[in-house]
């Protein structure tokens, strides 16, 4: 494996998503332009499966309704506050169907400075055309302690993000376009790994350290897509779509050197024909291509950001009969570039109805997951920004399990899974002895090939409209490899034991997420939410559990106004999601929200 950091390490990043759940493996995000562009009133732009579990048609995942924005970005700063996509932007908090209204504001503000605020509008909204405009905000600027030493460091953040999405159906296709913009500011407000160095002198060390905690780092994106699909009865059946990423960071390591700016085409189709009733043949496709600028030569810690294409192509055959469904394919993976490969994986999913709403399922595919430096900041805004990640190579991503929604207001989902990645992402902390440059307290990454088990439950229950809960718990096990002599050529820059080599650093032994939803009336909505994350390590530190629980109170006025109350980090936890960069140890947040 071709290594190009300056710290080496093996530890993955865990993903908290506190609207409905945690993260247990991260996404594919190849296809994330790939969306359909209307102004969704319930779109959660944080909320990721954490099973990957296929939602089959007549067996859907019930979803737990939350009314309000569930902004919990202040208390998990780490995070990106919203995906940045051509969705629109909040979750609104009321039960009136968006399509009697034309628009909706939100806006609450809290402790830490915390504001969020939404502003959508549907222009258009009937059969034919369908235009809207959104734009959306969230900051902070409070102070946060270490765990580490008795210090406080403010943590800033500021995320705009505005786009317009049009839908037009002719006679024979439909049309859809958009563009985006987001600009987002903020800083590295973390500290290196501090474990060898005792506490008498960890104050006086932080301070002399050198780098810049207050300096902004400055993210900006340019997102514009089209696209058009062929109607639901037409003998050929297409999706084609053509996206383009503009992304930059104003800074490198050293502040005097310009950060990357990225230009990414995207290509995604689908064609296919059915055949004999309930069969379909087809092929899909996605291409990337990356082109880089930058001032490289500049910055003696720089890495090459080397402009390539890579894309997937899957031929198909699919089944949909009465009881079961298969579709039967094979991923063909190609990158180019310094780092050129050219891979497969299956792309095969089962289902079988074996009972009344009861279906076992199973899945065995894979994929490229490109790491560019948009989809980077996507994951972990505080990475180093001259890092360049290499693409993963997802070659086996399986499930199994079975799902059931045959108690009626019940649901649960039974899974297990298992996946092998090469070149799989690891979020580490700088360490202390080797902080260099403005922003040395910056993450670092290393890439290893991961093995990943997991077993998990997911289950929810509805009453009536009355009562919603749900709880959904994750095993993971983790095994951990290196493909060369990186690891241990480097050992004396990052020393770990031995017997540490293979843990899989940052993320979770254990996840749990639970919730209710308690509507006593019409006009009042309560919602609690528990979240849990164990046994995570850096290279040299056993990090503290996640454990927080959240509450909001939702009070309709009447079909226009609302108003929420939102309490996060009820337990006042002192923890923190990556090593270094502490999370609010409490906040609360009162807001508004319009419809019109």
């Not at 504001?105 to 605020?117: D, I, K, V």
Request: charged share 20%; net charge negative.
């Amino acid at each position: 494996m071709k290594n190009r950091y300056t710290v080496p390490a093996v530890c993955l990043a865990a993903l908290l998503s506190h609207a409905a759940g945690l993260q247990a493996q991260t996404e594919q995000t190849e296809k994330n332009l790939n969306r359909e562009m209307t102004l969704e009133r319930e779109y959660d732009p944080s909320v990721q499966d954490a099973s990957k579990v296929n939602t089959l048609p007549e067996i859907k995942e019930p979803v737990v309704t939350k009314m309000v924005i569930d902004y919990a970005s202040y208390t998990v700063p780490a995070i990106p506050a919203q995906e940045i996509s051509l969705l629109p932007p909040g979750k609104i908090m009321t039960q009136i169907d968006y399509n009697k209204r034309r628009g909706y504001f939100n806006f609450g503000g809290g402790t830490h400075l915390n504001l969020n605020g939404d502003l959508g509008y549907h222009i258009l909204n009937d059969d034919i055309n369908k235009l809207n405009i959104w734009v959306s905000h969230r900051s902070t600027n409070g102070k946060n302690k270490y765990l580490q030493v008795d210090q406080k460091q403010k943590a800033k953040l500021n995320d705009n993000i505005g786009g317009i999405n049009f839908d037009h159906t002719f006679q024979y296709l439909t049309l859809n376009m958009g563009l985006k913009y987001a600009y987002s500011a903020f800083n590295y407000y973390g500290i290196p790994e501090v474990s060898s160095i005792s506490s008498a002198d960890l104050s006086s060390s932080i301070e002399s350290l050198g780098v810049d905690r207050d300096k902004d780092q400055v993210l900006q994106t340019v997102q514009a897509q089209v696209g058009v699909t062929s109607k639901e009865n037409d003998a050929m059946r297409y999706h084609v779509q053509l996206g383009y990423t503009n992304f930059s960071r104003k800074y490198s390591q050293y502040i005097d050197v310009d950060g990357v700016r990225q230009h990414a085409f995207n290509l995604d189709l689908d064609f296919h024909a059915p055949f004999d009733g309930d069969k379909c043949i087809g092929i899909a496709g996605n291409f990337n291509y990356f082109n880089y600028s930058n001032e490289g030569e500049k910055d003696p810690y720089y890495y090459h950001f080397d402009s390539h294409l890579q894309g997937t192509l899957t031929p198909y055959f699919k089944v949909d009969a009465e009881d079961w469904r298969l579709k039967i394919g094979a991923n063909v993976m190609l990158i180019t570039g310094d780092d050129k490969k050219f891979t497969a994986s299956p792309d095969i999913e089962f289902a079988y109805t074996v009972a009344n709403k009861t279906e076992l399922y199973a899945q065995a595919t894979g994929g490229l997951i490109a790491n560019s430096p948009y989809q980077i900041s996507q994951e972990n805004r505080y990475i180093n920004p001259s890092l360049n990640v290499l693409t993963s190579r997802r070659n086996v991503d399986a499930l199994l399990g079975i799902k059931s929604a045959a108690a009626g207001s019940f649901w649960f989902d039974l899974f297990a899974g298992y996946q092998y990645t090469k070149n799989d992402v690891f979020f580490i902390p700088a360490y202390f002895s080797s902080v260099m440059a403005d922003f040395g307290n910056a993450l670092d990454v290393d890439q290893a090939n991961s093995q990943h088990l997991l077993v998990g439950l997911n289950m929810k229950y509805s009453f009536q409209q009355l009562v919603d809960l749900h709880l959904k718990g994750v095993y993971n096990h983790w095994s951990i490899s290196h493909e060369d002599e990186y690891y241990e050529q480097q050992s004396s820059a990052y020393p770990i034991g031995n017997d540490e080599k293979h843990k899989a650093y940052g993320k979770p032994e254990f996840e749990l997420n639970a919730g209710i939803t308690v509507r006593p009336t019409s006009k009042i909505t309560a919602l609690m939410d528990y979240n849990l994350l164990t046994n995570r390590y850096t290279p040299q530190v056993k990090m503290k559990n996640i454990n927080e629980l959240n509450l909001t109170g939702i009070y309709d006025l009447n079909d226009t106004f609302g108003f929420y109350v939102k309490l996060n980090n009820l337990l006042f936890q002192k923890q923190e999601l990556y090593y270094g960069y502490p999370l609010q140890r409490f906040s609360a947040m009162v807001g508004v929200n319009i419809n019109f």
